[in-house]
């Protein structure tokens, strides 16, 4: 019995000291990219750049709707959400596959402004916590997710929501309608997979997920989401 608590004493013990090292060089990560380009810097020269579409600028279903589907609770956790993350690991298991993932729309930010070139999976989470409670600090939580539309991958070549619907759709980021939003805040999930050039009967099926989900989350009744008009995908080229 004493050998089995000695095991299992040791086990623990090095489980704190891996974990303590693990956020060690994490955090030292973080602190050497934040010191290189400081936090305001790197998100000033984000807002200046000629594709920067400032939150008033789209329509605020469009917002509903990447929080819907990528972030449900966005406003009611910190820079990481721990529920969210059960949630995807429960998830994952019971799918036997990587269908969802747990990090927040703030921690997508500081992959996508950071860290987006780096290989290293666990160095990048950890430098990411950091820098998303750095995010949450400084930053309402309206800008960062500002900041993410303007930031995320959308297939095809098009960074942020400008690129995506001048290319995809030919037109502003304003003037987008109820399909063609919904159409574009399931694509940066999987853009390989969800983009309308890629596979237009995927890109359908990833649209509808985000029309239940903001039926779901209130943002749109059943009825909208059943009757939205998917056929204008059929004609991005």
């Not at 747990?102 to 402004?113: D, E, L």
Request: hydrophobic share 40%; net charge neutral; proline share 3%.
């Amino acid at each position: 019995m004493k050998l089995i608590r000695k095991i299992i004493l040791w086990f623990l013990i090095i489980i704190i000291m891996v974990t303590v090292g693990i956020t060690f060089y994490g955090y030292k990560y973080y602190k050497e990219t934040i010191e290189k380009v400081p936090l305001q810097s790197r998100i000033t020269e984000i807002r200046n750049d000629y594709t920067f579409v400032k939150k008033e600028d789209m329509p605020r279903q469009y917002l509903d709707a990447v929080i819907a589907i990528e972030d449900r609770r966005f406003y009611n956790h910190g820079s990481v959400d721990p529920i969210g993350i059960l949630r995807a690991i429960f998830s994952n298991i019971k799918s036997r596959d990587i269908k969802e993932g747990g990090s927040t729309i703030t921690q997508q930010v500081a992959k996508n402004i950071y860290y987006i070139e780096e290989k290293n999976a666990i160095k990048r989470k950890v430098a990411e916590v950091f820098t998303a409670m750095q995010l949450q600090k400084e930053y309402e939580k309206d800008d960062i997710l500002e900041i993410y539309v303007n930031t995320i991958y959308f297939g095809n070549g098009y960074y942020g929501i400008k690129e995506a619907c001048n290319g995809y759709l030919k037109k502003e980021p304003k003037d987008m309608n109820l399909a063609e939003l919904s159409m574009l805040a399931g694509v940066p999930n999987a853009p390989s997979v969800y983009a309308p050039n890629v596979d237009k009967e995927l890109c359908k099926q990833r649209q509808k997920q985000v029309l239940n989900a903001m039926a779901t989350e209130g943002y749109i009744s059943e009825e909208e989401a059943k009757n939205v008009d998917q056929s204008f995908i059929d004609n991005i080229e």
